[in-house]
T-cell receptor, first 114, second 114 residues
Framework: AQSVTQPDIHITVSEGASLELRCNYS??????LFWYVQSPGQGLQLLLK??????LVQGIKGFEAEFKRSQSSFNLRKPSVHWSDAAEYFC????????????FGTGTKLQVIP | GAVVSQHPSWVICKSGTSVKIECRSL??????MFWYRQFPKQSLMLMAT?????????EQGVEKDKFLINHASLTLSTLTVTSAHPEDSSFYIC??????????FGPGTRLTVT
């Protein structure tokens, strides 16, 4: 069975600082990988996804993520955080082959301080 | 593209009553939709997979007689919480696969059972 681990429950960064959110997955083959963001009381917004090809994926809002097969990781990065980035971030894995179940990590809450 | 809507966004009901939540794919057809449940400060947990024209597939531990799912058309899936109890209070989110891959989520429905 697939699983996702987000080791950091809560992260605080200063506005303008760089950000990296960690995500490790477990799956028998190369899965589909996603990062979603959720603001309080809101639904989820897809930031970026990895299916295959280039291991560095660019997403919306200036985010990027790098798939590292050897480390089973898919960490999310942003070079300069804005106060509006404060939210909950979820890494997710879907079995390859299309229309599979998606398993979410427990989420990382990002706080941005002035 | 790949917009998913939910209705209502927020509902309060009395214990013992039933509540229906709608999930619609607005600009694409979705043969498969998913229903998730999210408790406060927790991650999303898949409840069931809704298949157009056939019975839903429920995850282990989810009562199918309590959470009735109907996927009557390619753009609409409904989740009915029957005989609701306060412990059913939660944030319910649906999703569907978009054409370019990845699941797109509805804005969620917050259910409060009094």
């Amino acid at each position: 069975a697939q699983s996702v681990t987000q080791p950091d429950i809560h992260i605080t960064v200063s506005e303008g600082a760089s950000l990296e959110l960690r995500c490790n997955y477990s799956y028998g083959a190369t899965p589909y990988l996603f990062w979603y963001v959720q603001s309080p009381g809101q639904g989820l917004q897809l930031l970026l996804k990895y299916f295959s090809g280039d291991t560095l994926v660019q997403g919306i809002k200036g985010f990027e993520a790098e798939f590292k097969r050897s480390q089973s990781s898919f960490n999310l990065r942003k070079p300069s955080v804005h106060w509006s980035d404060a939210a909950e971030y979820f890494c997710a894995v879907e079995g390859s082959g299309g229309y599979q179940k998606v398993t979410f990590g427990t989420g990382t809450k990002l706080q941005v301080i002035p | 593209g790949a917009v998913v809507s939910q209705h209502p966004s927020w509902v309060i009901c009395k214990s013992g009553t039933s509540v229906k939540i709608e999930c619609r794919s607005l600009d694409f057809q979705a043969t498969t939709m998913f229903w998730y449940r999210q408790f406060p400060k927790q991650s999303l947990m898949l409840m069931a997979t809704s298949n157009e024209g056939s019975k839903a597939t429920y995850e282990q531990g989810v009562e199918k007689d309590k959470f009735l799912i109907n996927h009557a058309s390619l753009t609409l899936s409904t989740l009915t919480v029957t005989s609701a109890h306060p412990e059913d209070s939660s944030f319910y989110i649906c999703s569907a696969h978009g054409r370019s891959g990845g699941q797109y989520f509805g804005p969620g429905t917050r259910l409060t059972v009094t």
